[in-house]
């Protein structure tokens, strides 16, 4: 091995190891893990009241929330690990555009809980795409990623079976017809045997009115998939709390 090599392994295990100080906090731990036990604590765990459908934060546990009784549920259900608010928020703000790509380990230690918590038993993994112009000038796709991490944990195959062909406006600042019209020819199917007679569950970052899930959710069962559930690391509580 070169001494370049042997030096980069070093300051890699060493100097530069995330799993010395709280990704939160900045307060040293030495339990191998990735926060402190007080940060632990205050993470906005969303294992509360829920809306049964889209897995949001509710005031009360109801089978269909505001939003989800205004439209047709393509997927079967959704669930998310954390309500969006700080530090996760911050976390996949790193993730997404700060380039800390290691934050996908650590939000997929949560989405495995959350996968085995609401019994997934999906045949394949899939994620939310990006184009190929957006997904170059970031570098990867977060979404993939934290797929990938998911299926090391719960030994599920991931299929790379969805493209986006086309950019969209961020959807959270449109609203309902919008986002409709915005996302109309965006996604699409390329490989149908992936995913034809199985159950999939669709893997995102944040969940906001699940716009973007229900509409590659119902490219999928064109496709033939038999169900598309979808888990998400956080959801965006609606604004009317129920």
Request: aromatic share 10%.
């Amino acid at each position: 091995m070169s001494f370049i090599k042997k030096l980069k392994e070093f300051l890699s295990k060493y100097l530069f190891n995330t799993k010395w100080r709280c990704l939160s906090c900045g307060r040293e731990i030495f339990d191998g893990g990735y926060l402190c036990d007080d940060c632990k604590k205050d993470l906005p765990l969303n294992d509360g009241n829920i809306c049964d459908r889209c897995g949001r934060k509710t005031i009360q546990s109801q089978m269909a929330c505001t939003t989800c009784k205004q439209g047709v549920q393509n997927f079967n259900k959704a669930r998310s690990s954390f309500d969006y608010q700080k530090p996760v928020r911050q976390f996949i703000q790193k993730l997404k555009f700060y380039n800390k790509r290691f934050y996908a380990e650590v939000l997929a230690e949560y989405l495995a809980i959350t996968y085995f918590k609401n019994m997934f038993a999906p045949d394949v993994i899939t994620y939310v795409p990006m184009t190929e112009k957006a997904k170059r000038k970031r570098g990867y796709n977060q979404s993939e990623m934290l797929a990938k991490e998911l299926s090391k944990r719960v030994n599920v195959e991931v299929v790379d079976c969805l493209v986006k062909i086309k950019e969209t406006k961020r959807q959270a600042k449109l609203n309902k017809a919008q986002r409709m019209k915005n996302l109309q020819g965006a996604f699409r199917v390329v490989d149908r045997k992936l995913v034809k007679n199985k159950r999939v569950l669709l893997v995102d970052d944040v969940l906001t009115t699940g716009t973007t899930v229900n509409t590659v959710s119902e490219k999928l069962l064109k496709a033939g998939a038999t169900s598309v559930d979808v888990i998400t690391v956080a959801s965006v509580a609606s604004k009317e709390g129920y």
